[in-house]
């Protein structure tokens, strides 16, 4: 089944009853699903290995068949929701909750285009923003000390777009300088770690101009598609400074 037919299907269903609980429809947990997979850009095959259920119940489930609640509660569990949000009744809420649920989840992401983190030009491009946002879901304390050491040296990319001299004053070259930041960046990926980039237009008052450049790192084996993925939704909220405060590197 197609996802607009699911669509139609999902429009065509009578109101449900106030005060009545009942279990998500078929349709509505087949488009969470979907949703999730692409949003993580998933195979099935990924999802499935990662919810331990067979490739056909999740190509039942993304159809709106019928599957059992435990391996509709693993695929919850492995695209992030918790157990039992497509097998648990619940009362309904109304169209206006729904939809101001619906804007205050996903009314403040922004898209934001990234690609692997590997040229040189990334590197100037991150330099020369005014700030930026380091992005790491599910990367442990263990990365602490190597996100440090990354965003020191984005730090000092900064200040070779302004001058050439650091520290002892002799001229460093920019060409090896940005070298030496994606050797740091190449760390990442020998410990598993995909790394992307992206700018994000995120205009002040009276600073119209104002990008923040986004870096993500999450672990290969936490979310294998990552490397394929070509957009991130940033949430605008974390990007806007403090009241008197300029943005300032994350």
């Known amino acids: 089944m197609k996802t607009d037919e699911i669509i139609k299907r999902l429009a065509a269903m009578p109101p449900r009853a106030p005060n009545v609980a009942a279990v998500p429809p078929l349709e509505l947990v087949a488009m969470m699903i979907r949703m999730g997979r692409g949003l993580r850009q998933w195979k099935k095959e990924t999802l499935a290995d990662f919810a ?22 693993r695929i919850a569990r492995a695209l992030g929701y918790e157990p039992g949000a497509f097998t648990k009744s619940r009362v309904p809420i109304s169209r206006e909750q729904a939809a101001k649920e619906l804007v205050e989840e996903w009314g403040h992401l ?32 263990d990365y602490d000390g190597q996100v440090e050491g990354l965003i020191e040296w984005l730090d000092l990319a900064s200040m ?29 990926r020998c410990r598993g770690v995909t790394v992307l980039v992206g700018v994000m237009d995120a205009p002040l008052p009276g600073i119209h101009d104002w990008k923040v450049a986004i870096i993500s790192l999450t672990r290969k084996l936490s979310d294998p598609g990552a490397s394929k993925r070509r957009t991130l939704f940033v949430d605008r909220r974390s990007v806007q400074p403090r009241p008197g405060c300029l943005p300032h590197s994350a």
Do not use: N, W
């Open 160 to 188: 070779v777009m302004v001058s050439e001299i650091i520290g002892s004053g002799e001229p460093v070259h920019r060409r090896e300088f940005y070298g030496r930041v994606l050797a740091a960046v190449d760390e990442f």
């Open 110 to 141: 922004e898209p934001v285009a990234v690609r692997k983190f590997q040229t040189h030009r990334q590197v100037r491009m991150i330099a020369a923003t005014p700030a930026y946002l380091i992005h790491r879901p599910e990367l442990g304390s």
């Open 52 to 73: 331990q259920v067979s490739l056909s119940t999740v190509e039942r489930a993304e159809r709106a068949e019928q599957v059992g609640a435990e391996c509709l509660d």
